[in-house]
């Protein structure tokens, strides 16, 4: 093995990705898999999610899929998922917690069950689905490479957007301040806890901006590198993470938005 695959390794580690039967879960797991890891796959489409597995077992990857169903958005659902995990592995190595749901509607008619359902689901099941899985994150823990958790947050909980998803933006920005407060909590424990704050990449929740390539240049006309994400954006961002490469890094969220977080309309004194 080169320095570089060594340095980037996951060959042989376990790992969990939620909501991975499509878009940036689908993206993680798919890096996941090519690079060795054996990986399960769970969404609330439980066939999704054994497709995908599927699909990605027929790669010829050193790594492996498995596919099945679980719902995190209620504490029945978590305690379903860890059932199902601990039922397949002793140490999870990896926790990628991609699942996650949005909200529109104009601020005069936002409905307020909205921000109990996105909330749910986008940080309290975060929270809970991470402490439950805590005994297999220690297990697989060590001093020379932590576990890792990888939280899904986003560009909209960094700037001051909303965009008419009002209760998606507030969630991704408690995402965000969660990581830091796990990363710091877990440290001792040797696991990490880093976010994502992804830009626009196409996937179910971005398809009404992103579905079609007419769609997707629009949009990426918007960001300052001038397209939208790929899936080796995100592919290169999960390996980082999860190797060796990324082992002394943790409460970071990593913007993967082509600059969107710096992006601002202020001119000031060059006008």
């Known amino acids: 093995m080169s320095y570089l695959d060594e340095l980037f390794s996951v060959a042989g580690k376990t790992a969990l990705v939620t909501g991975a039967a499509t878009g940036i879960g689908r993206m993680a797991a798919t890096a996941l898999v090519k690079a060795g890891a054996s990986v399960m796959i769970a969404s609330r489409k439980g066939e999704d999610c054994i497709k995908v597995a599927s699909e990605l077992n027929g790669l010829g990857a050193p790594g492996r899929a498995e596919g099945f169903a679980a719902d995190v958005s209620s504490e029945a659902g978590i305690a379903a998922l860890v059932g199902e995990v601990k039922a397949r592995t002793e140490r999870l190595h990896i926790l990628v917690n991609n699942a996650g749901v949005s909200w529109g509607a104009p601020l005069e008619s936002f409905p307020y069950h909205a921000w109990a359902k996105v909330f749910g689901v986008n940080v309290t099941a975060v929270f809970h689905l991470t402490r439950e899985l805590l005994p297999l994150l220690d297990a697989a823990a060590s001093e020379a490479d932590p576990a890792r958790v990888i939280n899904?947050?986003?560009?909209?909980?960094?700037?001051?957007?909303?965009?008419?998803?009002?209760?998606?933006?507030?969630?991704?920005?408690?995402?965000?301040?969660?990581?830091?407060?796990?990363?710091?909590?877990?440290?001792?424990?040797?696991?990490?806890?880093?976010?994502?704050?992804?830009?626009?990449?196409?996937?179910?929740?971005?398809?009404?901006?992103?579905?079609?390539?007419?769609?997707?240049?629009?949009?990426?006309?918007?960001?300052?590198?001038?397209?939208?994400g790929t899936p080796d954006d995100i592919a290169g961002a999960t390996l980082y993470l999860c190797s060796r490469a990324g082992s002394y890094v943790t409460g970071a969220i990593l913007p993967i938005d082509g600059g969107q977080a710096v992006q601002h309309g202020l001119t000031l004194f060059k006008e």
């Open 152 to 228: 899904l947050g986003s560009v909209m909980g960094t700037q001051p957007l909303a965009d008419d998803a009002y209760s998606y933006t507030a969630s991704k920005a408690a995402v965000h301040h969660l990581t830091r407060t796990l990363a710091f909590e877990f440290a001792g424990r040797r696991i990490t806890v880093n976010a994502f704050a992804p830009g626009p990449f196409q996937s179910r929740m971005t398809a009404f901006a992103t579905g079609t390539d007419e769609q997707a240049r629009h949009v990426g006309g918007h960001v300052p590198i001038g397209r939208i």
